[in-house]
Nanobody
C-alpha cells in the first residue's frame, strides 16, 4: 500500500510559479512510476506528467511541456511538480498518482494508476 499526500497548491498570478509536492508512505517508493494529473471544474481528470522510478525518464502532456517539470527524490519519498509560466487554464485540482513499475511508465490514463492523493487546488488569476 502507498499513501500519497499533496501540498504546495495555492493562488498565483498569471505568469507565476508554484511547486507542488507529493509525499509517499511506504518503503517501495523507488519502485513506482509517479504521475501528476489535474481536474478542472466540469472537466475530466487529465494527465499532466509522469516520472520513472529512477527519475531518468519523464513524459508530459503537450499543454504543459516546456513549462512544467516533474522530478522525484527517492531518499525523501517525494515527487515534485515545478510549474512555471502559469496560465488561467492551469487552474485545477492537482492529484498525485502512483503505479508499480512494470516495464514502462508511459501511462496517461487514470485507469493506469493504483494510488491517488487527495488533491491540492491551484488557482491562476489573471
Amino acid at each position: 500500500q502507498v499513501q500519497l499526500v499533496e501540498s504546495g497548491g495555492g493562488l498565483v498570478q498569471v505568469g507565476g510559479s508554484l511547486r507542488l509536492s507529493c509525499a509517499a508512505s511506504g518503503r517501495t517508493f523507488s519502485s513506482y512510476c509517479m504521475g501528476w494529473f489535474r481536474q478542472a471544474p466540469g472537466k475530466e481528470r487529465e494527465f499532466v506528467a509522469v516520472v520513472s522510478p529512477s527519475g531518468g525518464r519523464t513524459y508530459y502532456s503537450d499543454s504543459v511541456k516546456g513549462r512544467f517539470t516533474i522530478s522525484r527524490d527517492n531518499a525523501k519519498n517525494t515527487v515534485y511538480l515545478q510549474m512555471n509560466s502559469l496560465k488561467p487554464e492551469d487552474t485545477a485540482v492537482y492529484y498525485c498518482a502512483g503505479r508499480l513499475y512494470s516495464g514502462s511508465c508511459y501511462y496517461t490514463s487514470t485507469s493506469g494508476y493504483d494510488y491517488w492523493g487527495q488533491g491540492t487546488q491551484v488557482t491562476v488569476s489573471s
